[in-house]
């Protein structure tokens, strides 16, 4: 193979596509060198993309909300073709078309062992836990790309058990890899079954798949909060209930127009950091969806936080959030005696179960998302409109596969 186009973050607001050599059956320096482990990588196989999306975490450091050095390549969302093998792989061939969950994991550690791979212990030097193409997740390559490195192939690897019926629900079970999982993950975590009422906050792609998920785990309503009225449209596409929030209403008082009573049995927040207060043109206040999320929840309910929260963020709007530290009322979730679910999803946990959901023609998660495909030269068009609040999830087909 000649070389590899990239994804890569180039500062605020800006993303490029570079080259870079093909990627060799090699784990990250730093990783080998903090872990006390050999960077040789038997266990790998090397993908071909098939499909990478474009992902709200992404974004987060694109706008320059996190510690990510200009050169970071990006992308954590993969689908690929295998098309080579380390010597240690023994249950994927070349040809296999996979789902890569965005967590790394080793599949021997503790974590792994107890099913909580998105606190891997031996794939991060730093902390627990790894990524794809993300700051401080371990130095791992991006896989918004034509070709990327997966290690521990045999317990990373989702394979899909026909190829030609992979390649034709391809939309749908790109999101394997973490939205559909990390929705679905936040619908669970709040507590969703038979007859709940559940608030998410948030219609981007996560919370629209989160409001997805609770409707197949049998929600009776589902309300959508957001100040986007294209995102909050495509809410109600697939049978949401919608809270503008741009209105400045109480957002207790809306759920009750809405429900008939001013509370839900179950609530996610799925926007995170950089959350704005309530009303059009409403300043960045970070805690305000976890305040909203104690103040509508019932007392006893479940908080299902997929949103992403972070450590360092150098464009918050105090010096306290910078490090992390937000105005959250704690008493407020305590007195309500709320179960409060937070961290990244272990995709293995949901994958296999959402994949055969989708494969049985019983879940339609690119439609609900409104999944729009581009090549990997627009890479840099699809940040900026998705930033720009486009209700889309942009799907990116780097060698012309998906029909």
């Known amino acids: 193979m000649s070389g590899n186009r990239v994804v890569v973050y180039q500062g605020p607001g800006k993303v490029s596509v570079e080259h870079f050599e093909y990627p060799k059956l090699e784990i990250p320096r730093e990783v080998a060198e903090g872990m006390g ?8 196989v090397i993908l071909k993309l098939v499909t990478t999306n474009i992902c709200g975490s992404d974004q987060h450091m694109v706008r320059g909300r996190t510690t990510a050095p200009v050169g970071q390549t990006l992308g954590h969302e993969i689908t690929g073709e295998v098309v080579e093998i380390g010597d240690d792989v023994l249950f994927h061939k070349v040809g296999d078309i996979c789902s890569v969950p965005f967590n790394i994991a080793c599949g021997r550690c503790r974590m792994c062992n107890e099913g909580k791979t998105g606190i891997c212990l031996n794939v991060n030097p730093a ?5 794809y193409g993300y700051v401080d997740m371990g130095g791992w390559f991006g896989g918004q790309a034509d070709y990327v490195m997966i290690p521990y192939a045999d317990f990373n690897l989702l394979k899909f058990p026909d190829r030609d019926q992979a390649l034709e629900k391809i939309l749908d ?9 990390t929705g679905y993950h936040g619908a669970v975590s709040a507590g969703v079954t038979t007859g709940s009422t559940v608030y ?3 219609a981007g792609p996560v919370g629209l798949a989160a409001a997805y998920s609770a409707h197949l785990l049998g929600a009776s309503h ?5 100040m986007n009225a294209g995102r909050l449209a495509q809410a109600a596409s697939f049978g949401c209930l919608t809270a503008d929030l741009s209105t400045g209403d109480a957002l207790a008082d809306v759920i009750a127009d809405l429900i008939g009573e001013p509370e839900v049995d179950a609530a996610v927040d799925a926007v995170g950091f950089e959350a704005r207060g309530h009303g059009e043109g409403a300043a960045e206040a970070p805690a305000t969806v976890l305040n909203d999320v104690m103040n509508v929840a019932r007392a006893g309910a479940s908080l299902g936080i997929p949103g992403l929260y972070v450590t360092g963020d150098p464009g918050a ?3 306290a959030a910078k490090h992390g530290q937000i105005g959250v ?7 309500k005696s709320h179960h409060f679910v937070t961290g990244q999803c272990p995709v293995k946990q949901y994958n296999r179960k959402l994949m055969n959901l989708i494969l049985a023609d019983k879940a339609h998660i690119a439609k609900a998302v409104n999944a729009q495909t581009i090549g990997l030269e627009d890479a840099p068009r699809g940040y900026a409109e998705f930033d720009g609040g486009a209700a889309t999830k942009y799907v990116i087909d780097p060698h012309g596969m998906v029909g």
């Open 127 to 131: 902390r627990a836990g790894a990524a």
């Open 222 to 226: 589902v309300i959508v909060g957001d």
């Open 329 to 335: 009322r704690l008493g407020l979730g305590w007195a």
């Open 173 to 181: 079970l790109t999101m394997l890899s973490d939205i559909f999982p």
């Open 317 to 319: 709007v105090d010096e």
């Open 200 to 202: 998410v906050a948030g």
């Open 37 to 44: 482990i050999k960077q040789a990588a038997p266990h790998a």
